[in-house]
């Protein structure tokens, strides 16, 4: 039966939200007609932030509404619609997850409880997405994962890598790439790149028996010393 009192709340609940977000764009319009562009990333990438938060309580309302049951927390959580994420095979046996940025735990633009746990979903989701399609994910016996964060410092601060919740995005590579996170079964590896343009977190998993996931990872860094030097004398 629906609550009719609650879903009253949560409509006008939505109604404020929607308020604040009309403020946001006017801000966001004056920005960029004033050329202020630093707070145009600030505020576009905090408007976008928001707005999925709004999207989230809206798909909520709605299934209250019409007195269903949400399917799961994958459902709530693990989307995104500010951020093309992905997950691919980039050839056999070197898998790639594209991801929204990490924040620190104690500073998350998410709040200190939902970043990792929307992260923790998200790869949930893309997983079974992967398979609906494309068949079951064959575990890899001896696993390597590597993190690859790109920083755009203009409008994120730069963590340490004992701040981020990377933990949650193992934990949801359980039982689909890898059987347990113990320490003598798994590697894993954490690198930086400082990017001009955008924050994002790319996942690379491989069996580290396979020569190609060193490879990679020389050859990225590579690429990335390569990046930073043209941006440097650029300025």
């Not at 019409?66 to 046996?93: S, V």
């Amino acid at each position: 039966m629906i609550d009719r009192d609650r879903s009253i709340k949560s409509l006008l609940d939505y109604q404020e939200l929607v308020k604040l977000q009309t403020r946001k764009i006017s801000d966001l319009a004056y920005a960029l007609y004033t050329e202020q562009d630093e707070s145009v990333k600030a505020l576009t990438n905090s408007f976008a932030i928001d707005n999925e938060e709004i999207y989230l309580k809206l798909k909520r309302l709605v299934y209250d509404m019409q007195d269903r049951q949400i399917g799961n927390n994958h459902e709530m959580i693990g989307t995104t619609d500010y951020f093309d994420a992905c997950l691919t095979e980039l050839k056999p046996g070197l898998w790639k997850f594209h991801l929204p940025p990490f924040y620190s735990v104690q500073s998350s633009d998410r709040g200190p409880s939902n970043a990792g746990k929307h992260i923790f979903y998200l790869v949930m989701n893309l997983q079974a997405d992967y398979e609906r399609e494309n068949g079951k994910i064959q575990k890899i016996e001896e696993p390597l994962i590597v993190f690859e964060h790109h920083i755009c410092s203009s409008f994120q601060k730069v963590f340490d890598f004992d701040n981020i919740d990377s933990k949650r995005a193992l934990d949801a590579l359980q039982g689909t790439f890898i059987r347990d996170d113990n320490a003598l079964s798994l590697i894993t590896m954490n690198m930086a790149v400082k990017d001009p343009d955008e924050s994002y977190c790319d996942i690379y998993i491989a069996d580290r028996k396979e020569p190609f996931i060193y490879e990679m990872i020389a050859a990225r860094s590579s690429d990335s010393a390569v990046k930073i030097t043209k941006n440097q004398s650029k300025k």
